[in-house]
């Protein structure tokens, strides 16, 4: 699991945080917080704090708690809260599949933004997880579950040009993010950056290919499985051409 996750905060926004999918997906995230105004929310697998420093400021009557399993991720978070005095932000190092350690009773809202693919395989620690945190989750509280979901049942081969298609198109988004002017010195900056996040994602593809810390899966299960478990579908709809897909359930 840790030979995916990101290290730093530099490297979230080199990877993820500069590309067009992960900001639509972070504003479609801020317009449904916005609709539901919680008083209390969690974020699962919360990185570099970005998502809910961004909620916290928009939405300063919401307490929002920002868990990640990595120490180093929080403590750049907490440290973004305070240069920045976000008060109704708090940081916490913790397990996302540990919920009895977290207050779940009171949260009107539960956010997962790119973190349900690191719950690890087999595909029944999924279906667990969401059982668990149906059953320690008031009623009526929402649980947000943005991600990018594979084709059911698809083989090896499409999945790995599914993840290509991604990252390139990540990639894309990458060049125009990093290009500051169009003289040829920062033009072969923003190319240069890009070539080094192709060939860096090729490591990323392989582990999603092989379910080697990345483990996917199709939209097809979770609209399958959430319903069993007692879940409302109140959305479950695609972000892109990507795959990138929302899902909105309610207790």
Do not use: C
Not at 28 to 38: G, H, I, Q, R
Not at 67 to 74: G, I, N, S
Not at 81 to 99: A, C, E, P, W, Y
Not at 205 to 211: D, K, P, S, T
């Amino acid at each position: 699991m840790s030979n995916f996750l990101f290290e730093s905060d530099e490297e979230f926004k080199f990877f993820m945080g500069d590309t067009l999918s992960y900001h639509n997906m972070q504003n479609m995230v801020s317009k449904l917080v916005s609709f539901v105004k919680p008083e209390y929310m969690l974020e699962f697998g919360s990185g570099s704090g970005a998502t809910s420093i961004r909620l916290a400021k928009e939405n300063p009557h919401t307490s929002i708690v920002a868990v990640d399993l990595r120490e180093k991720m929080v403590g750049i978070g907490a440290d973004k809260s305070s240069k920045n005095r976000i008060k109704n932000v708090t940081f916490v190092h913790g397990d996302l599949t540990k919920l009895d350690n977290f207050n779940l009773k009171n949260a009107n809202l539960i956010l997962m933004m790119y973190s349900f693919r690191y719950i690890q395989d087999p595909v029944e620690n999924k279906l667990n997880f969401l059982e668990n945190l149906y059953k320690h989750m008031q009623k009526g509280a929402y649980l947000i579950i943005g991600d990018t979901f594979i084709d059911n049942d698809a083989s090896k081969q499409t999945i790995r040009k599914q993840l290509e298609d991604r990252y390139y198109n990540n990639s894309k988004d990458i060049y125009w993010a990093n290009l500051k002017g169009l003289s040829k010195e920062e033009v072969q900056e923003a190319l240069t950056i890009q070539s080094k996040h192709r060939e860096t994602t090729k490591e990323q593809i392989e582990l999603g290919v092989n379910r080697d810390g990345i483990y996917y899966v199709s939209r097809e299960w979770l609209f399958d499985v959430a319903p069993k478990i007692g879940f409302e579908i109140v959305l479950g709809e695609r972000l892109n051409s990507l795959s990138d897909t929302i899902f909105v359930l309610k207790k």
